[in-house]
């Protein structure tokens, strides 16, 4: 037989079967290495004013004997057109208990005269020397309320449409009609409503129609997070890992991909019973000319001792560096409240808002209400709102104040 013959003959089934064994093996080697690449893949992170990457740093996070039972997540809404955090929520997911808590602090909290309009959601713009914005933004909730924060997310406008565009909108119980701009034909009737990128930015970013105007909002922000969740829980976690593979360029984050894929699965064990918003105790005050949000310490303490450390110690009112506006007319929102840039708001609401206090929940803790609602009766879970006469009407902006653009019936960015 020659060579020629000999090279032609049928190759042997031990022979196919080795170099079909040696090929997937090749071909598993390869997904593997893909599948770490992309869970180590970093979204954008947060750089310092010389263009270094800025982790969070270690006397912010939880402290050790408490890692693995608990994770606190700072996420932030930001405006694009001036990097203004309209959206701050603290979430906090017991692990053990499998539950989670959110606390949400108002955009217009007052934190003292070392940011010029002497609001919150600037604090992101003005961050200390050799800090990025982000840490600049930790360093501030930590001295103020003394929580720690492991990870951040933030998320811009346009990232916020095209994540919820991607995850095919989502359902929500509108509790009222939602005049965004009239003129435009932006509006979303009450009801039940299917709602895509756009109109859930109507609906998270509206303010004038509601009674208590910024706090009206978080409730409805609140209403929209539930859906949320429940939406994020629908869809499972194999189509939510490549809508964040999709998308994760519209957000900054300190996590890897695989890091938060590790939380996901741990946010899908929590009951969404057991899921519990609330918003920092406080009421209105004037300072600087502006409408700001003082934030009430005895309240706030009691609240973030009962739901925000489980396991580490309490810390009193007087621990926690909550910086005292020089006066207060106790109407936080009565006519709309500050716009983005610190000046009036065009559009006033159409009636009185009043105080936010907080009352301690009791053994069966209710779940947020609907944004519409204006209680006479405390609340049992979240902070209660009691009506109250506006005693000061909107006055000069402060120069020094961030400026930003609004839509053209006044509402503020979320």
């Known amino acids: 037989m020659s060579s020629e013959d000999k090279i032609k003959l049928p190759m042997s089934k031990k022979k196919k079967v080795i170099i079909i064994s040696i090929g ?38 939880t402290p050790d004997e408490y890692q693995g039972k608990i994770i606190n997540l700072l996420v932030a809404g930001r405006d694009n057109s001036v990097g203004l955090t309209d ?24 934190v003292g005269d070392d940011i010029p309009s ?17 840490n600049g933004l ?12 492991d990870h951040y997310v933030t998320i811009t406008l346009e990232g916020f449409r095209n994540v919820i565009d991607s995850m095919g909108g989502i359902d929500i119980e509108v509790p009222q009609t939602i005049y965004y701009d009239e003129m435009k034909g932006q509006i979303i009737p009450e009801g039940p409503q299917h709602l895509d990128g756009e109109k859930a930015e109507w609906f998270v970013r509206y303010r004038a129609g509601y009674a208590n105007a910024d706090l009206g909002r978080i409730d409805a922000q609140n209403l929209f ?20 593979a999709d998308d ?11 890091e938060i894929i590790s939380i996901a699965n741990a946010a899908f064990g929590v009951d969404l019973t057991k899921v519990q918003m609330m918003t920092a105790p ?22 973030l001792n009962e739901y925000f450390r489980p396991y580490s110690a309490k810390v009193e009112a007087d621990a926690l ?16 409240d500050d716009g983005d840039d610190g000046t009036p708001d065009d559009t006033p609401s159409r009636s009185s808002g009043g105080q936010q206090g907080y009352t301690p929940a009791p053994e069966e803790p209710s779940r947020t209400q609907p944004p519409a609602q204006t209680p006479s009766e405390p609340e049992e879970t979240t902070p209660s709102q009691a009506p109250s006469e506006p005693s000061q009407a909107p006055s000069e902006p402060d120069a020094s104040a961030v400026t930003s653009e609004e839509p053209a019936n006044g509402e503020a960015a979320a």
């Open 87 to 110: 959206v701050l929520m603290y979430i906090s997911v017991d692990l053990e208990k499998n539950s989670a808590n959110v606390f949400r602090i108002p955009r217009d909290t007052f």
């Open 282 to 303: 406080g009421n209105g005050a004037s300072h600087n000319g502006l409408s700001i949000f003082q934030i009430d310490a005895d309240a706030t303490a009691e609240m």
């Open 321 to 336: 560096d909550i910086p005292v506006a020089y006066s207060s007319y106790g109407g936080y929102g009565d006519y709309g």
């Open 118 to 134: 002497g609001k919150m959601n600037a604090v992101y713009n003005y961050p200390p020397d050799g800090m990025s914005n982000i």
């Open 138 to 149: 930790i360093k501030k909730i930590n001295e103020m309320f003394a929580l720690p924060v």
């Open 225 to 244: 997070m539930q859906a949320l969740m429940k939406k994020c829980k629908d869809m499972g976690k194999i189509q939510l890992a490549a809508l964040l």
């Open 24 to 61: 997937m093996v090749v071909l598993m080697c390869a997904f593997c290495l893909s599948a770490v690449g992309i869970l180590n893949l970093r979204p954008r992170q947060e750089m310092n004013d010389k263009g270094e990457i800025a982790p969070i740093e270690s006397t912010f996070k």
């Open 248 to 258: 994760y360029e519209y957000i900054t984050t300190d996590m890897t991909i695989g």
